[in-house]
């Protein structure tokens, strides 16, 4: 079966590397964006199975990625699973309206990012 690729959008190195290191060991390709408009544009070139999205980021922040991925024709139907530390309960319903699948609070558990991931893959 071919590896599923998921793009992680987060501005911070370390978490990045924390969630890149989980996500292999799973057997995932990843790819990688630091801020809203790197996420945009290497969802369009990569075209990932999924996206791992932090809702802080510079260069207009996770909601406007979210708005501009649905826009577009061929990153409107990939799969988008928040992982933000922001406070939930107002974040999460709005990132779900802007088409978020998942809304996962950091620090993020491995088993449940998995769980999101496989989910959200329909594995």
């Known amino acids: 079966m071919p590896k599923h690729k998921i793009l992680i959008v987060e501005d911070d190195p370390d978490t990045r ?28 070139k990569e075209q990932p199975d999924l996206i791992l ?7 207009g922040g996770g909601f406007t990625v979210l708005e501009r991925l649905r826009a577009q ?10 992982a933000s530390a922001r406070e939930r309960s107002s974040n999460e319903l ?6 978020a699948r998942t809304y996962l609070q950091k620090p ?15 594995e």
């Not at 390709?29 to 945009?40: G, I, L, S």
């Not at 999205?53 to 260069?59: H, I, K, S, V």
């Open 94 to 99: 709005r990132a779900r309206k802007a088409g």
């Open 108 to 122: 993020v558990d491995t088993t449940e990012l998995l769980a999101a991931i496989q989910h959200a893959l329909g």
């Open 17 to 44: 590397q924390l969630f890149n290191v989980r996500l292999r060991a799973s057997g995932y390709d990843t790819a990688f964006a630091e801020d809203a408009y790197m996420a945009v544009s290497m969802a369009l």
């Open 73 to 82: 024709t061929s990153t409107a139907t990939i799969p988008v699973i928040v």
């Open 53 to 59: 999205l932090d809702l802080g980021l510079p260069a």
